[in-house]
């Protein structure tokens, strides 16, 4: 229950690659709620120092730009079918990202409504972190079309092999929303878990009996 905090309540975003998560997140944070892109947290890992010589150690120059920063789509490629390579990175990049999200949620003001978009959240075993998980899902054309990456047909799948499937995913997930439709559709769902999302933490918020007001 929000890492202990009755005043608080943490929803867990997650889906597939193109999906629309962040799109979702997006919407969330209009409406009002605090948002965590732990994407982002990886992308400004990438512009610290100690993370860039940690990288270039591991991986040589290839993987800075010419102008001295983390090249990610060399990144990608360097760690494409290279399982150990891959662990080697998420094991520099998951405790950073889990440090940041513990201290986000702890530093969120009274009565907020905390959304954090994680890709791999159940890869990373944040699943008891949140009051609420939601799962942004669509069929796999219809996330090759929106994927904002440009993965080649290749790539996509490859990528997608390393999260944790559809199935599973709805499995951990409290409310799933297939996005397959229009952004109105869209809207319209994340309005509804935002609204579920405030009614809980009100009656969470409700004096029970035996408290000392």
């Not at 959304?115 to 669509?138: H, K, N, R, S, W």
């Not at 999260?163 to 319209?188: C, H, I, M, P, Y």
């Amino acid at each position: 229950m929000s890492r202990g905090r009755r005043d608080l309540f943490t929803v867990g975003l997650t889906g597939g690659i193109g999906a629309g998560k962040s799109t979702a997140l997006a919407l969330f944070g209009a409406l009002g709620a605090l948002t965590f892109s732990a994407d982002e947290v990886v992308h400004g890992l990438y512009r610290e120092e100690t993370c860039k010589k940690a990288l270039l150690q591991e991986f040589g120059p290839a993987v800075l730009t010419t102008t001295g920063e983390v090249d990610r789509r060399r990144l990608a490629q360097l760690v494409r079918g290279r399982p150990d390579r891959l662990r080697w990175l998420e094991g520099l990049t998951h405790p950073l990202v889990h440090e940041r999200l513990e201290r986000f949620i702890a530093s969120a003001p009274s009565g907020s409504v905390v959304v954090c978009e994680i890709p791999l959240l159940f890869e990373a075993g944040y699943g008891g972190m949140f009051d609420l998980i939601v799962t942004i899902e669509a069929s796999p054309s219809v996330r090759r079309q929106r994927s904002v990456h440009g993965f080649g047909l290749d790539q996509f799948e490859e990528f997608e092999g390393l999260q944790a499937t559809a199935e599973r995913r709805r499995a951990g997930s409290d409310v799933v929303f297939v996005n397959d439709g229009s952004r109105a559709e869209l809207e319209k769902f994340v309005k509804e878990v935002y609204a579920l999302a405030q009614k809980q933490l009100a009656e969470r918020a409700a004096p029970r009996e035996g408290d000392v007001l």
